[in-house]
């Protein structure tokens, strides 16, 4: 909305004619839908069936308003040569989600990756250049000035150095922290939000489940190590930590990968037998580039689910057939175990989210009766939402097979299946714009479950309520998450309940990080949510710090400086100093200046 009110008045100015967005794929039909929509803006979005089919050679040329998703630019260079044709010159250029063309300092040199390298290309044919985006800064003040150098290369020259090389950012940034911002009443534009942390004892046969799928996990790891192969080793690591995130995720979804795995090794070591005894396993193995893997936490949804797929199925440490042999009689041991937790029924994550689903749906019995306040929602001047049928709910998992798991036990709990829906990578978009129509203006449709589909670029703010079934490894999910229904027009309290397996070495890390970020929430208020993607834990993601607790977590020393990192990163000061950079730019009006602003708009309003 912004930049189309900026577009307007440009245009307005006759300073406008050609201008191109670039965004993150899955935001692309909503750029295009909302700029015309609002704006009767008509831009097209680019496709390879325009690309060929351009009267000129150069659909760039041919058209003024264009949008393009970000890794079809930053990929291809075939188009990227089209755009900087002498001819194909623009006005504007809009970079949504602009922190994904980050460049970083690794080893004192400048890791450059393609997106980074496509936003200062460019940066060279706009007059106008406006990058959008939440988390300019991820903590690393060098990182945060080679990203300023896209705006200003010379006033960004060179690498930062503490106390020596500062550059004033405030005529290159307009920024406000949501709990800043104010109607003209005055009164907050966005509700409160709140979390709560639900945590759950594994039970006796889930317990031998996750402790033999972590030791299997922990010497892959070893393996893979061993391997003195960078990029293979990088990609089994990934293919681990898919499994391990598999086994927190449910005991459908870990039995579904486990099976798939043993599966796809076996048809391999059959295809190594058949074509040469003893043959090269590596050869046949899919390898990640490490620049791809860091790049899929941003990418969209279904592209990660078909990735993680191939490299779950198909990447091991495996050197020869024997090796190989070993490995899946492992895997056959392990979905045993798994089927055995799948076939009693048990599963105690499902128990306390089926509480939950009760708690909020279920009003008291007797009319005229108040609900229990006993319900373990939290302490504090929140009140808990009050038990309604008309409520919403929005459940996010990670997992596909997590997903149909949930909502065939969800319809049972609440006995009506359009109570339910879903939305995730695999759906198009005109089934996804279904799906979020009906969740917003159904009275039936009681719960949404969701993977990180919608966890970007959607307005669901018809809901209040939401759950991190899974919980992400990277912590900026979860403010991308609680956006989806703390938006603007949201008029409740927002609540999300975070479910955490207590006894397992990652839920460990996590329940210490949720405890630790309560205690400065109730200090600070709710905009410590949206700096929990720039936490930095000893100059390490998060991601990592869960590796190593899967890895080590049995050695008591591990565990307590795992402890002790979390405290420090998120100790209220530490927070509170990241809040103030947050801000960046302290562009605030006063209530004072609100009001006059309020009072001429209305004295126009009047003349006219």
């Not at 895997?331 to 994550?349: P, S, W």
């Not at 039936?444 to 959607?458: C, H």
């Amino acid at each position: 909305i912004m930049a189309g009110l900026l577009m307007k008045e440009l245009i307005a100015r006759g300073d406008l004619q050609r201008c191109l967005v670039v965004c993150p794929g899955s935001l692309a039909e909503q750029w295009q839908d909302e700029l015309y929509q609002r704006f009767q803006l008509p831009f097209e979005i680019l496709t390879n069936d325009k690309l060929e089919a351009a009267r000129t050679g150069n659909w760039f040329i041919e058209n003024n308003l264009v949008i393009a998703r970000l890794d079809k630019l930053s990929r291809n260079e075939d188009v990227q040569a089209k755009l900087t044709v002498p001819d194909c010159h623009w006005d504007l250029i809009v970079c949504d989600e602009a922190h994904k063309m980050s460049a970083s300092y690794f080893g004192g040199e400048v890791n450059f990756t393609k997106r980074y390298r496509l936003g200062q290309l460019l940066a060279t044919t706009t007059r106008h250049f406006l990058l959008m985006t939440a988390t300019p800064h991820n903590g690393k003040e060098e990182d945060f000035q080679l990203f300023m150098a896209l705006l200003d290369g010379d006033r960004f020259e060179g690498r930062f150095r503490d106390g020596v090389h500062t550059a004033d950012v405030s005529d290159l940034m307009r920024r406000v922290v949501k709990e800043g911002l104010v109607k003209f009443d005055a009164t907050p534009l966005f509700p409160e939000r709140i979390a709560y942390t639900i945590p759950y004892k594994l039970s006796d046969g889930e317990s031998r489940l996750y402790h033999a799928v972590t030791q299997y996990v922990r010497e892959e790891f070893n393996r893979a190590e061993a391997l003195q192969n960078n990029k293979r080793a990088g990609t089994v690591g990934f293919a681990l930590t898919i499994l391990q995130r598999r086994l927190a995720s449910s005991p459908e979804a870990i039995y579904q990968s486990l099976l798939r795995r043993r599966e796809r090794l076996q048809q391999r070591l059959r295809e190594v037998e058949l074509l040469k005894r003893g043959a090269d396993l590596a050869a046949t193995m899919p390898l990640c580039d490490p620049d791809d893997l860091e790049e899929l936490d941003d990418a969209p949804d279904a592209e990660v689910e078909q990735i993680e797929e191939v490299v779950l199925d198909q990447a091991t440490a495996a050197q020869t057939i024997t090796e190989l042999q070993r490995e899946i009689q492992t895997l056959q041991r392990l979905e045993k175990l798994a089927a055995d937790v799948r076939r009693t029924g048990v599963d105690t994550k499902w128990c306390e989210l089926a509480q939950v689903l009760t708690d909020i749906f279920q009003p008291p019995v007797l009319p005229g009766c108040a609900a229990d306040d006993s319900i373990p929602y939290g302490a504090g001047p929140i009140p808990p939402p009050k038990p309604s049928r008309l409520q919403k709910l929005i459940i996010f998992t990670e997992h596909r097979d997590t997903l149909n798991y949930l909502i065939q036990r969800i319809t049972t709990v609440l006995g009506r299946q359009d109570a339910v829906l879903c939305m995730h990578g695999g759906m198009g978009r005109e089934e996804r714009k279904k799906a979020e129509e009906s969740f917003k203006h159904d009275p039936r449709v009681q719960v949404l479950v969701a993977t990180d589909a919608a966890g970007e670029g959607i307005n669901l703010q018809r809901a209040h309520l939401m759950v991190n079934y899974d919980l992400p490894w990277n912590p900026n999910r979860i403010e991308q998450r609680f956006g989806r229904i703390h938006r603007i027009g949201q008029t409740e309290v927002c609540h999300m309940w975070n479910l955490v397996a207590e006894e397992t070495r990652e839920g460990h890390v996590y329940r210490t990080l949720l405890n630790k970020l309560e205690e400065a929430r109730a200090a600070l208020g709710g905009k410590v949510f949206d700096v929990l993607g720039r936490l930095q834990f000893e100059g390490k993601p998060l991601r990592d710090l869960l590796i190593e607790a899967i890895r080590y977590g049995e050695q008591p020393d591990v565990c307590a400086r795992l402890t002790q990192v979390i405290a420090n990163a998120v100790d209220k000061q530490q927070l509170a100093q990241l809040l103030d950079e947050h801000a960046l730019v302290h562009d605030l009006i006063d209530n004072t200046r609100v009001r006059k602003i309020r009072e001429d708009m209305e004295r126009a309003e009047a003349r006219r």
